[in-house]
């Protein structure tokens, strides 16, 4: 797919419903700076889902889809879990794979694009739960990274089974009563970040999805320099309010809680050097950009 | 030869695929009705009869047509659109035909309006709703048609027709295929031409 592709053949656009009229019309797709500040003022890449009112990891998939850079040419890879919910209302390519191969998958995709699209810009997401990404798909995940595979992992964090009803995962904390684990985790928290960077990941960002501006640029960041250099990953925490015993309003004040800097989900990044670098010269380039069209619109305005 | 034949259904909730059947698909220059090969002039004859005798004579857009990804895909709306209007022109007051797109293939849960659009997941909403009894697909990806024609073959006792640009579909109750906008242009013309000579009777319907 590319942004020139999507248009309506102009005799079909009369009976075309009025989404898909907003998609063409309104959507971002080929937007420069397109990112969280364009919710409620384009059309989102979103449609309805059907997941729990309140729930994080819709704002998550809302956010993490407003600031993808490209999303005409991205194609996103998910799993078995709550986002497999979502995905079939999402206006950007999507594979559904099975539960833990998402790694596996994106890899062969990411190379199968580089060959079917050679000298074009073709970006691949993950986008999987922790069982799928730290317990069924572990060897998935690492095998991917260890390889150098260029693309981003995204891991939503609930910290347990939430779509099964509440079973124990890797990347539940220590000492947590679920529904269905009522003995308790007996074992720490799976440190993937730490993970991660030691098997070679060039951006690795662990946080909340209670700022949007961060999970823009997070999210930004990770999937440029996955293109550039090699595999990212970020670990965002959506906690599941109902496993948790939360109702839908503090969704937010729960990860607000588990962000500070004593608690699990303190900010925590990871940057090879080589992504540091890239990251300072885009940085540079963008600044150089913003300055020369706020010149622009300067003397436009005094012409 | 086999005896199975692709007819209106309900046939029941998970009808058999007319291939395992031993339907096979029309060669080049042929198609099928009912499951029996036929030369494609028989076939434009019999898909003009089945709209102009329906009470809702529908075509189901694909997105391989609505979205003018090609200069090809452009032409053929245009021609879709033709034949919409032509039908439209030629059945009675009492006839409705209609035009109702299938943008994408996602499965739209949990709020579909089938009155605006079809889903390839479950197409017969949309059948049932606006009480649909022959219907044309084109423009759609050849395994979503499949799986929808099954499922209105098995629910619904709407007409099933085909208009494959591959090689046709076994389990829609006729099917031409390597569909061009000239073939559907033909199939416009033919329609206009049986115009008058073939009756539509509600209580049939």
């Known amino acids: 797919m590319s942004k020139e592709r999507i248009k309506i053949a102009p005799e079909m656009y009369d009976i075309m419903p009025p989404e898909y009229q907003d998609l063409v019309n309104r959507a971002t797709y080929g937007k420069e700076d397109r990112g969280w500040k364009d919710i409620g003022t384009t059309k989102e890449l979103i449609e309805e889902h059907s997941l729990c009112a309140g729930c994080p990891e819709s704002m998550a998939f809302r956010y993490i889809l407003a600031s993808l850079p490209a999303p005409e040419d991205t194609v996103m890879v998910g799993s078995t879990g709550c986002t497999s919910l979502v995905f079939p209302m999402v206006a950007v390519h999507n594979i559904h794979s099975l539960f833990g191969n998402q790694n596996a998958i994106a890899s062969g995709l990411k190379r199968a694009l580089s060959v079917r699209f050679p000298g074009k810009v073709k970006d691949v997401v993950v986008l999987a739960g922790d069982g799928a990404t730290v317990d069924i798909g572990l060897d998935m995940t690492l095998q991917a990274w260890f390889r150098q595979e260029k693309f981003t992992t995204i891991c939503f964090d609930n910290e347990l089974y939430a779509n099964t009803g509440g079973q124990e995962s890797g990347l539940m904390q220590k000492g947590f009563v679920a529904k269905m684990a009522p003995v308790g985790k007996q074992f720490d928290k799976v440190r993937l970040p730490e993970i991660a960077r030691e098997s070679g990941c060039h951006y690795v960002v662990q946080c909340t999805v209670s700022k949007p501006s961060l999970i823009e640029k997070v999210v930004r960041n990770a999937v440029l320099v996955a293109r550039e250099l090699g595999p990212t990953y970020l670990q965002l925490y959506t906690p599941c309010i109902l496993e948790i015993g939360k109702n839908s309003m503090e969704g937010l004040q729960e990860m607000r809680d588990s962000e500070k800097p004593t608690e699990r989900f303190a900010y925590k990044e990871f940057v090879s050097e080589p992504a540091k670098q890239f990251l300072a010269e885009l940085a540079a380039k963008d600044k150089e950009r913003k300055a020369a069209s706020k010149q622009l619109a300067g003397s436009t305005q005094e012409a | ?205």
């Open chain 2, 1 to 205: 030869m086999t005896q199975y034949r692709v007819l209106p259904g309900p046939e029941h909730f998970l009808p058999p695929a007319a291939a395992s059947m031993g339907i096979r698909l029309p060669n080049p220059g042929e198609a099928h009705i009912n499951g029996v090969i036929v030369p494609e002039e028989q076939a434009y004859e019999e898909a003009a009869r089945q709209f102009l005798m329906a009470k809702v004579p529908t075509i189901f857009p694909g997105p391989l047509v609505l979205w003018a990804w090609n200069e090809k895909a452009a032409k053929k709306a245009t021609a879709i659109r033709h034949l919409y209007e032509t039908i439209k022109e030629c059945v009675t007051p009492q006839q409705q035909a209609m035009l109702i797109p299938m943008p994408d293939y996602r499965p739209k849960y949990p709020k579909i309006n089938p009155e605006v659009e079809i889903n390839p997941n479950h197409p017969n909403l949309t059948i049932w709703h606006n009480k649909i009894d022959a219907c044309m697909f084109v423009g759609v990806h050849c395994h979503q048609a499949n799986l929808s024609l099954k499922i209105i073959r098995g629910g619904t006792s709407c007409y099933t027709i085909a208009m494959c640009a591959q090689a046709g579909h076994e389990d829609a109750m006729m099917s031409f295929r390597d569909a061009t906008a000239e073939k559907i242009m033909k199939l416009a013309d033919t329609i206009k031409r049986l115009k008058g000579s073939v009756k539509f009777d509600p209580k049939k319907r």
